[in-house]
């Protein structure tokens, strides 16, 4: 019995949702957050991930979109431990058919989902609780000259963020007000 499923998150094939099994019983439930081998044979692909990094975020907090430049891509394994995001990815790959297309999901503290995110794509996330606290590996190590941001609102992407939050509410970091469009970032040759 496998320990892992997987769901394509559409449009694309390789970004996918993972469902881990819960085993209950009369004390509560037991689940394996992650397990390297499990992971690799329910996804099809080697990632091995040697970071990890926590976030706490209030509620409309607005984080990315963020990705790292070659030689330094992230593939991302995402985990909300408590609250709920809606999560958002953004293919960066120039010659794929599905580039500058994006797809969202919310995610949530009890559903026990997770979000595989590969090399080549922007990441985001919107907190829609309070103190959402999100878990991700990263198969990179992060690194600050490498790290580049996509505009959260690029016209060219057209995001639908939830509509129950007023764009006034959110709560977004200087950087990620500075991010760059598509457009600019590929006139700069900072894509994949």
Not at 72 to 81: D, E, G, N, P, T
Not at 107 to 112: A, K, R, T
């Amino acid at each position: 019995m496998r320990k892992f499923s997987k769901t394509p998150l559409k449009p694309f094939d390789e970004v996918f949702i993972i469902t881990c099994k819960k085993f209950s019983d009369e004390r509560g439930y037991f689940s394996e957050y992650f397990n390297q081998s499990g992971f690799q044979e329910v996804s099809g692909n080697a990632t091995t991930f040697v970071q990890d990094n926590f976030s706490l975020s209030r509620k409309w907090v607005l984080r990315g979109l963020h990705f790292q430049k070659e030689p330094f891509a992230q593939a991302k394994l995402i985990r909300v431990l408590r609250g709920e995001i809606f999560d958002v990815v953004v293919d960066l790959r120039k010659k794929e058919k599905t580039f500058g297309k994006w797809a969202g999901v919310r995610l949530n503290g009890v559903d026990n989902r997770m979000l595989y995110v590969p090399e080549g794509f922007a990441h985001g996330f919107l907190s829609l609780s309070d103190k959402t606290e999100l878990l991700y590996k990263c198969s990179s190590y992060f690194k600050k000259e490498a790290e580049r941001t996509l505009h959260w609102s690029d016209s060219a992407i057209r995001i639908l963020w939830p509509s129950e939050i007023p764009i006034s509410n959110m709560i977004i970091s200087e950087k990620d007000q500075e991010g760059l469009s598509l457009d600019r970032l590929l006139e700069l040759d900072e894509l994949f």
